[in-house]
């Protein structure tokens, strides 16, 4: 009994070893044309971007310590570039105003329905917690800029 519990042990210990052959190629691409750098919103705003957003939709990952270990870095990187992909705040539309006030409408939606950001990632993530004060900070920038954006000459 004793020797089938300890080649069971064996047996998953080198499961796990041979699954962190898997672990996806953790990415951070240079920055083309970041957002904060283009608008340069007030301090707070581009903070709560920062710590709430720029992990998911930036090449500026800050790739914590569990995306290094399978089967959980197959979730944390997948979800990085669906975030990348759907809105990329390292690939910011600057000669296209247009486009950019559609993203940060985008943006501001999905702040105040609390769609974003993911309550899996505030979860975990504290400081990506955002008061009902820093939501509506953000939001409010978010607006003024769009509609600011919207009105440059085309
Ligand atoms: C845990 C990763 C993660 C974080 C953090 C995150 N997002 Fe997302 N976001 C995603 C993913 C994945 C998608 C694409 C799938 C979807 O729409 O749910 C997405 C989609 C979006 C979209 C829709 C883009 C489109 O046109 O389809 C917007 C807008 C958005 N996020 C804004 C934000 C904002 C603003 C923040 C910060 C307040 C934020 N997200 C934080 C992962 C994240």
């Given amino acids: 009994m004793k020797k089938k519990l300890k080649w069971l042990v064996i047996g998953c210990g080198a499961a796990f070893l041979l699954l962190q052959l898997t672990n996806p190629p953790r990415t951070n691409p240079p920055v083309k044309a970041d957002l904060i750098a283009t608008l340069n919103p007030p301090a707070p705003v581009a903070a709560s971007l920062i710590a709430a957003c720029y992990d998911c939709h930036s090449h500026q990952t800050k790739w914590p310590w569990y995306a290094h270990i ?75 800029t769009a509609t600011k954006l919207n009105s440059a000459p085309k």
């Fill in 70 to 144: 399978a089967p959980v870095s197959w979730l944390v990187v997948k979800d990085t570039n669906d975030g990348r992909d759907a809105l990329d705040f390292s690939e910011w539309p600057t000669n296209d105003s247009e486009t950019a006030a559609d993203q940060l409408d985008g943006m501001s939606k999905k702040v105040t329905n609390n769609k974003m950001p993911p309550s899996k990632y505030t979860a975990i993530h504290q400081d990506a917690r955002l008061t009902a004060e820093q939501r509506k900070t953000l939001t409010d920038w978010l607006d003024a």
